[in-house]
């Protein structure tokens, strides 16, 4: 599988991983303090080639695509889950640990994050779907971000998220749906 888009990821063992997934070129930020230099090289990327970031499940990783999303415009996210990217012995996450399975769907699920979007989901559609507050908000947020291809967000990012990549109120509906079908079904 061969990526046109250059991959933002963290570090060498990221490239590694993600040479072993696809043919593919990657820019390394070596940590969540990205350097001016780095920046820059993201700026020539995105206009040459494009750009998908591809960083790890965890705060780090979201600071990481918070300071991207906000120096370089118009770049691809993809995510992959947590439980996905963990280390075998459970002690780190990163992409580095993903399957190449795990790798390649995330990267074909790569998606645009806009900073505007068309408020069509509120708040009180979030409470009532039962992701913010109360017992299961925290499971049922993991499967909406598996479900749309979002991540995971925290209930308060939740919002922001679904208007960044633009989900419709159609399409979240029919996410909550399909997970409550499954609580019902157990």
Do not use: W, Y
């Amino acid at each position: 599988m061969k990526i046109q888009e250059i991959i933002v990821v963290e570090g060498k063992d990221d490239t590694t991983a993600i040479k072993r997934a696809v043919d593919a070129d990657t820019i390394e930020t070596n940590g969540s303090a990205i350097n001016k230099e780095t920046i820059e090289k993201i700026k020539l990327a995105q206009k040459t080639r494009g750009v998908i970031v591809l960083t790890d499940p965890d705060f780090p990783g979201q600071r990481i695509r918070n300071i991207i999303k906000e120096k370089v415009p118009g770049c691809k996210h993809a995510f992959i889950e947590k439980k996905e990217a963990l280390e075998k012995h459970g002690r780190g996450v990163g992409v580095e640990h993903a399957s190449l399975e795990a790798i390649r769907k995330a990267l074909s699920h790569a998606q645009l994050m806009h900073e505007e979007a068309a408020e069509e989901i509120t708040q009180d559609d979030l409470i009532d779907a039962g992701l913010i507050g109360g017992a299961g908000a925290r499971e049922r947020r993991e499967k909406l971000g598996k479900l749309l291809k979002i991540g995971f967000t925290n209930g308060k990012q939740l919002h922001k998220s679904l208007m960044m990549f633009q989900i419709s109120k159609e399409d979240f509906a029919n996410a909550i749906e399909m997970i409550r079908q499954e609580e019902r079904n157990g």
